[in-house]
């Protein structure tokens, strides 16, 4: 699970000028899948315009163009570059579901993603407890209740905390201060796509950034800006989001 952290918070440190894209597909099992897409094109274009060599400065960069073009589970990339297995059986389970790659365009680095194959309340329960310890900069969304019928948003968690706590936990106190206060100039937009299985049956609460895009999807379009605004004042916002599915 180290390595989930580590490859993580190196990327982290290089997303200015990105858009995180991710969709969670809610199985009628009761598990979920979902994928993180993170854009790096316009960041990679805007550091070559620097100078040449700058890409090469990015340490999280170098990490990434590490991972394989295709889907592969971090115990396989782990068993890969001759890392020692883990033998706790609840981290060897999340590691098989949890796959990674890199995406090119012309072969060059263009971002990366990250897979949440079929996950059960089981591997939440364990990812969260693991998220506790070690801070991971993933979807809050991810661990909202989804019991195969209905899901219930947590609307307080459609935030960035999850960042902003991996990114303080690996910098000085003087760097995360600066941190914070750019951090809603490192991306240029963050969303996330709910989809059913099942028809939405219904949908109790509103929210500002909830949409319902037609019968088996749902779309959470964050406002980076509000976010940070104290003085934001939102139209609908309720603390939770209940969707039922027939």
Not at 99 to 112: I, P, S, Y
Not at 144 to 166: F, P, Y
Not at 203 to 216: E, R
Request: overall charge neutral.
């Amino acid at each position: 699970m180290k390595k989930i952290l580590f490859l993580f918070t190196a990327a982290l440190f290089v997303l200015q000028s990105c858009s995180i894209n991710s969709e969670i597909v809610y199985h009628k099992d009761s598990a979920s899948t979902s994928v993180t897409d993170i854009d790096m094109k316009q960041f990679i274009a805007e550091m070559k315009a620097m100078t040449p060599d700058s890409l090469e400065q990015q340490k999280g960069l170098g990490e990434l163009d590490q991972l394989p073009t295709t889907w592969t589970s971090l115990f396989d990339f782990q068993k890969q570059q001759g890392k020692k297995e883990t033998k706790d059986p609840d981290s060897v389970r999340i590691m098989k579901k949890f796959l990674v790659r890199t995406n090119k365009e012309n072969n060059e680095l263009a971002g990366f993603s990250f897979k949440m194959d079929h996950f059960t309340q089981a591997d939440y329960q364990f990812l969260s407890s693991y998220n506790k310890k070690e801070k991971l900069p993933l979807d809050q969304n991810i661990f909202n209740n989804w019991d195969g019928k209905t899901l219930t948003v947590n609307t307080e968690n459609l935030n960035l905390k999850n960042i902003e706590e991996t990114l303080r936990s690996k910098t000085s106190k003087d760097e995360a201060e600066k941190i914070e206060g750019m951090i809603s100039m490192f991306f240029k937009s963050v969303g996330t796509t709910l989809k059913f299985e099942n028809k939405i049956k219904s949908i109790t609460g509103k929210h500002d950034w909830v949409k319902q895009i037609d019968n088996y999807t749902i779309r959470i379009s964050y406002d980076i800006k509000a976010l940070y605004d104290p003085e934001t004042k939102f139209k609908n916002a309720d603390k939770t989001i209940v969707i039922v599915t027939e």
